[in-house]
Structures are given as structure tokens and as C-alpha cells.
């Protein structure tokens, strides 16, 4: 039934309860850890798509199309005029762009950790690889995988300080690929004095943000977690 008035506005036993979303970096950080295509793909269009991302990139970094151009938000190719188009960047672009979103997170008061995964602590795309004892709490990468494409890229905090890398892998032999990956962390790492280990602890996802108030209420927080994530 639908009513063009509030029919509990007088009524003083009513309770209203109001649930804010997230913060955007509480969305970032669930997207990369799981990698999940829909909403990065959703926020990219949000956004303004393709031209608005390249232009963002030109003014702010001065990095045009011979140096990367996304098509999509997800990784995905895209079908321009009957022509498939691949998101492409070097391997430089991308440190330079990972360092960019580390110093913009601290002028906001957060940092890398809190939108990018952190092996060993966080599940998602490193539930199964660099997930050990010499790398946990060590680093944050985001990973990249298509058919013909792996690559990893991030941001380590070892001994000597914190240093960005990035490897991209052109072949269809994925398993490969990440052992490559997965080989060249630790051998970095190693060489830079092992890593300095920075506080961290996962927060599941919440598709809501005000849980105090929820609280209150009496409501379950397990029926605002994500489907993926299971409840213990």
C-alpha cells in the first residue's frame, strides 16, 4: 500500500530507523579484494565512463593515451564500432598511480590499507597465494587476471621503507604467470631487508553503515553482510 503521508508521524510508539551507506572507501576496498567486476564497472560509469577517466588522468597526472587508457571499469574489453578494445597502462603508470592513491587516502585521513587488499589477512584474490608468514601484514596489491593477461601491482612496506612494484605478465598460461608474481614479491621484499610489518585487522562488509543504531533496534548485522562473505 502506498501513502503520500508519513501514517506514523504522530504515532509515539514508533521507531524510525534511518541506515547510511558505507563510505566510498569501504566500497573500494570490497571491490578489490574480491575483484569484483559489477561494481567497479558500476563506479566507473558513475563517474563518468571512459572520457571523463581520461581527461582526470591528463590533468591530474599527465598521462595520455600512449601510456594507459581504460575502456572499462572492470577490466573487461569493450566492443567500439565492432572493434574489441583492451584497457591498457605500463607497469610504470601503475606504480605511479598506486603511490598517487596512497597519498591521496592519507589527505583524507585513511590509508592504502583501507582500499587496497592486504595479503595474508585478507581473503578474496590472495586467499591462496602470498598469504604466509614472510609476507602477512607486509604489503597491499591488487591483482589482474584475463585470458591472455596476469599482473599484480601495489605497494610493499619492508625494511628500507615503503616501495611500489609492479609486475604484468602477457601470456595465457595464467598458474604460471602468478607463481612468476608470487616469486618476484619475496625475492623484492628479501632484497629490500624483509618486510616491516604494519598494524592491520579485516573488517567484514557492511551494506550499511550506522551499526550502533541498528543495534538498538535489536537487528541482526549478519543480514547486512554481502552474500560472499560467510557468517560465522
Sequence with gaps: MYSDINPLENDAEARVLTLSSPALKDYLKETNVKSNNYSSQTLFKFLGGEKKLQEFLATNYKLNDDKIHLYTGSGLPAIVNGVRKDNYATCEVMTELVNALKESSEKQDSSLSDIMAVPGADQGTFRRRLNGDETKNGFMAKTGTLMHTSTLS??????????????FNQTSDIVSAKTVQDAMVHTIIADLGGVSRFPYNPEPFFTIDDR?????????????LPFEVPVK
Design 154 to 167: 601495489g605497494a610493499l612496506s619492508t625494511k628500507s621503507g615503503i616501495s611500489f612494484f609492479g609486475v
Design 212 to 224: 550502533e543504531k541498528m543495534k538498538k533496534f535489536g537487528m541482526d548485522e549478519d543480514a547486512f
